[in-house]
């Protein structure tokens, strides 16, 4: 009798256990999605709008009563690349456990700190207005030894990989540690060799960037700077006076334009300005470093309208330069 007994209740808890069993292997080894998906998680997000968003890509049901019997911990907010094929179990242990994709970061063609934080902001869930703010803070300039019209240069353009949750303080910080990655001491060195912090060669490189795309003309045009700097005159570089305006997409500055009073205006003040117009990336900065020396003092665009540039050692010469660019101008009415 007992033996028998034994026997019904193994065959009962057999009947019982088998789909719990079943269940079970298919949360930990069943396919889950149908098609790759590109996720993201908002903090205010739950099942309901979880499971709308994940519409037409999973069972529905299923994916409610899984949730409800194995995810153990609340949801959180992320971005997440799942691939098709992805077991239940394993999507609930990235949601819950926030196994976040990686985004790129890319950003330049920058020229201050609002461009910058609307051309990041796209990366994160943080908006643009939190960034500008982070950005906008006098203690976080402190904090990394800078001002506000310094800090831009903490920023390289560049692409990296950061996670869509990481904040304006995270994103500033990851920027802080590339910069000092990227001024070793052999940067450092050449910068002392040749006079300059390397907050100060950042500004000449972005003044460089701005008046040239030809790479090769970029270490002479560093070196006309660098040569007024050190005998007194002024930079008289128009990217500063179309900064100080506010007008990056000005095409030809004229004489109406130099009387703007501007720290920035290198026209109306000797010396660098108080800090980069621009965001250079490594290869502009290294161009500047790169400076060997020579006698040139005046450069200006060659006539032909290559993109390349003239380089003079006295002013004579120089205007001859001037003259046939500015003609060149004159005739395709550029104003």
């Not at 926030?98 to 790129?104: E, L, N, S």
């Not at 006309?224 to 930079?235: D, E, F, K, Q």
Request: net charge positive; glycine share 4%; charged share 25%.
């Amino acid at each position: 009798m007992k033996v028998k007994s034994v026997i019904i209740a193994v065959l009962v808890l057999s009947l019982v256990s088998v789909p719990f069993v079943y269940r079970f292997l298919d949360y930990s080894f069943g396919k889950c999605l149908k098609n790759d998906v590109r996720l993201f998680v908002y903090p205010d997000d739950n099942i309901d709008s979880l499971v709308s968003r994940l519409s037409g890509s999973i069972d529905e049901e299923k994916f409610l009563s899984y949730y409800t019997s194995f995810c153990k911990s609340s949801m959180k907010e992320g971005y997440y690349e799942l691939k098709s094929g992805l077991s239940e179990k394993r999507l609930m242990r990235i949601l819950a456990n926030r196994y976040q994709t990686p985004v790129k970061v890319v950003f330049n063609n920058v020229s201050d700190m609002e461009s910058l934080a609307g051309k990041v902001s796209k990366c994160f869930l943080a908006d643009s207005v939190a960034f500008l703010k982070y950005f906008r803070t006098p203690d976080v300039w402190k904090s990394y030894s800078l001002n506000k019209e310094t800090f831009p240069v903490l920023f390289l353009p560049n692409t990296y990989e950061m996670y869509w949750t990481d904040t304006p303080e995270k994103f500033v910080s990851r920027m802080s540690s590339e910069y000092e990655r990227f001024w070793n001491d052999d940067r450092k060195a050449k910068a002392r060799t040749l006079g300059f912090s390397p907050v100060e060669i950042s500004i000449i490189a972005s003044i460089v960037d701005k008046e040239t795309t030809y790479a090769p003309d970029r270490t002479n045009i560093a070196g006309v700077y660098i040569n007024r700097l050190r005998v007194g005159m002024p930079l008289q570089a128009d990217p500063t006076v179309k900064f100080a305006l506010g007008n990056p997409s000005l095409r030809r500055v004229l004489n109406k334009h130099l009387d703007f009073d501007s720290p920035y205006n290198t026209y109306k003040y000797a010396g660098l300005p108080p800090g980069p117009i621009g965001m250079p990336d490594g290869a502009v900065i290294d161009a500047v470093l790169s400076y060997k020396g020579h006698k040139y003092y005046y450069f200006c665009a060659a006539a032909d309208l290559s993109g390349k540039s003239e380089f003079s050692e006295n002013l004579g010469k120089h205007s001859k330069h001037a003259k046939a660019y500015q003609q060149v101008l004159n005739k395709l009415k550029i104003r």
